[in-house]
């Protein structure tokens, strides 16, 4: 028997009393102690607001980030009760405060619906940070208590009368416990203006002492949010269709409206949580959609008995659609809790949707000639997808029967430390095939620029050899290739980092956009698992005698002009065809000494707009957009 077991006894086992186990374990309860677990906090409390709203209490939220780095959260709500507790013969308002799974969401009759059903919300953000407070308008009067990292600091005590409502919460976040404490101001935006749209008619602000204040309220909800999403593209459709719809107290609210564009972009929530997985909501509303439309499409004759059915991708092709959904009690599954898992709601949603649907067909009967005429598009061009891509299989190259000429491999077949750079030109990719490490490192050279995706239904991505040539590379196949499903299959990803390596121009960074565009479009998992990098090569190279400095950025140029006092020479590069294979190595090849910047994307909702502006049709948008930001541009080639 092991001699250390026998050291594990009784008076080893710890007990976490209160919210010591939150500030032992951050992460189980905010996901992390990083950026994302710092706003956390905030959507924590703003989140018991908007519970407020759900249920008819509130329509104001006020968020302020104070100059000491505080940040509070105001909304006129009924006020959190100041009551002694039955139980526990402490104001309620304290037991909300320090103690875990203590709130009314447990109580059907006090929130039917609330975005977090576990009752940690304030707690945990009074437990993380340095100091909190809270205010209560209520019954007439003001009342406040003050905290200290989850313990209290001062009882709760009356300090003024009020004819007003609400609640007010402040708080430090704990700089021992989180990796940064600077509130970044357009991530609280994105998630405040989402809310916004999310529950139509309440008002909600965010101010930056000194600085910048908006105020977020549309009357017209989910509408209006497809009607920003879709700003910049072309509407087959003057206004959003919106559904809105209750049974067996499972509230259905959404809005439809179809583009000119060839990718679905349709957004779930449920209790305003977004569920970016999915799950049965959107199903029901994926069912509803496929049937009701060719059953239109039949009785119109648009679709002929003898035709095949339109598929999922069919219907959906061009949709921009936000689905809303507020169950009481609602059960999530999948790696990050996003995938709504309720069996009853698929169903509640497809009866909901289906009967809308219908009767918006046949009142809008122009809209929907439109609408499915856009749907047989997408059909001919699947199918002729489906043929180039059968074409591709028999000559072997989706299933990597063979690879593209032009791919110099690296001689690992193990994916974990192999990389491919993505070079622009033979000339570059010569160099960079001279200058790297045979064992890991991979080069792809493309003759011009890519495909603009964002422009090109799939059956002309597949034909495109560039396309085709990153494809066969990396082994994973592409979305979106046929039917409702994708094949994407990212354990198949023969590199698992793909270095973008372009010059530094204006060419440079067209193809670098290019290529952002179609990963993002249609290899966006490689994205999701932080294999995409873009390569940094150097800008300037400094000399002086026998003495070479390379810089990346003009801050690091200027303190090299400091350092080299007088006599030195700079070279701006504006090639990689400029550097020998050794240079090329040096400064941007070798893992001990490259700079790489990983591609992320922090807020698909932003990304997607920015590609559909910068690489779509609207050319008016694309220029205001340059008139907006030319003067911003710094080293600009002309």
């Not at 449920?270 to 499409?297: D, P, Q």
Request: aromatic content about 6%; overall charge negative; some cysteine.
């Amino acid at each position: 028997m092991s001699t250390e077991s026998e050291g594990y006894k009784a008076d080893q086992i710890q007990v976490l009393e209160g919210l010591e186990a939150v500030r032992k374990r951050p992460a189980m309860y905010i996901g992390s102690t990083g950026e994302p677990g710092l706003h956390h906090l905030v959507y924590e409390v703003v989140d018991n607001s908007v519970d407020e709203a759900m249920n008819g209490h509130c329509d104001k939220i006020d968020v302020f980030l104070h100059s000491d780095g505080s940040c509070s959260v105001k909304d006129n709500g009924r006020g959190i009760p100041v009551d002694a507790h039955p139980v526990y013969k402490v104001p309620a308002v304290e037991i909300v405060m320090t103690k875990l799974h203590a709130g009314g969401k447990f109580d059907s009759d006090t929130y039917k619906v609330s975005g977090g059903l576990h009752g940690v919300g304030v707690s945990v953000v009074n437990a993380l940070s340095v100091h909190a407070s809270v205010e209560i308008h209520r019954e007439g009067g003001i009342y406040k208590q003050s905290y200290k990292r989850g313990i209290i600091d001062s009882k709760l005590e009356k300090i003024g009368d009020s004819d007003k409502h609400g609640t007010t919460v402040r708080f430090s976040p704990d700089d021992s416990i989180f990796e940064t404490i600077q509130f970044d101001y357009s991530i609280l935006k994105y998630r405040l203006r989402e809310l916004a749209y999310l529950n139509a008619g309440i008002s909600i602000s965010l101010s930056k002492e000194g600085g910048k204040s908006e105020t977020f309220m549309y009357e017209g909800g989910l509408s209006e949010y497809v009607s920003y999403l879709n700003e910049n593209k072309t509407k087959l459709m003057d206004d959003a269709m919106y559904v809105s719809g209750e049974k067996d107290q499972v509230q259905v609210e959404a809005a439809l409206q179809w583009t000119s564009a060839f990718r679905e972009n349709i957004h779930t929530f449920t209790n305003n949580i977004a569920t970016r997985e999915g799950g049965t909501h959107l199903s029901g509303l994926k069912t509803a959609l496929t049937r009701t439309i060719n059953n239109v499409a039949r009785k119109r004759k648009q679709l002929k008995d003898k035709d095949p059915a339109l598929e999922g991708n069919d219907v959906r092709e061009g949709l921009t659609a936000i689905l809303s959904v507020k169950v009481p009690d609602p059960q999530f599954e999948g790696q990050t809790k996003t995938k709504l898992g309720n069996s009853e709601v698929k169903g509640i949603v497809d009866t909901i949707m289906s009967e809308s649907l219908t009767d918006y067909f046949a009142e809008n009967p122009s809209d929907s000639q439109l609408i499915i005429s856009k749907c047989l598009q997408a059909f001919q061009a699947r199918e002729a997808a489906k043929k180039a891509r059968d074409l591709t299989r028999r000559k072997g190259i989706l299933e990597g029967g063979g690879l593209p000429g032009k791919l110099a491999d690296c001689q690992s077949k193990d994916p974990a430390v192999s990389e491919i750079f993505i070079v622009e030109g033979d000339s570059a990719g010569g160099t960079a095939k001279q200058g790297r490490d045979r064992a890991t490192q991979a080069i792809l050279p493309l003759r011009g620029k890519i495909l603009n995706v964002e422009k090109s239904r799939i059956d002309k991505i597949l034909a495109n050899t560039e396309v085709m040539a990153l494809i066969t590379a990396m082994g994973c196949s592409i979305t979106g290739v046929e039917g409702e499903d994708e094949e994407f299959e990212i354990e198949k990803a023969r590199y698992h980092k793909l270095i973008i390596m372009t010059d530094a121009d204006v060419d440079g960074a067209h193809i670098r956009t290019l290529l952002l565009t179609f990963f993002y479009r249609h290899m966006k998992g490689l994205i999701d698992a932080g294999y995409v990098y873009v390569a940094q090569p150097p800008l300037y190279k400094v000399t002086k005698g026998k003495k070479l400095e390379y810089a990346y950025d003009d801050v690091q140029l200027e303190r090299l002009m400091s350092e080299f006092g007088s006599g030195y020479s700079i070279s701006r590069y504006k090639g990689l065809g400029e550097m020998n294979a050794q240079q090329l190595w040096d400064t941007t090849m070798d893992p001990n000494q490259r700079t790489l910047l990983q591609v992320t994307i922090e807020d698909a909702e932003a990304a997607d707009k920015a590609f559909v502006e910068l690489m779509g049709d609207d050319v008016q948008k694309r220029r205001e957009f340059i008139e907006a930001n030319a003067t911003l541009v710094a080293n600009l080639d002309i």
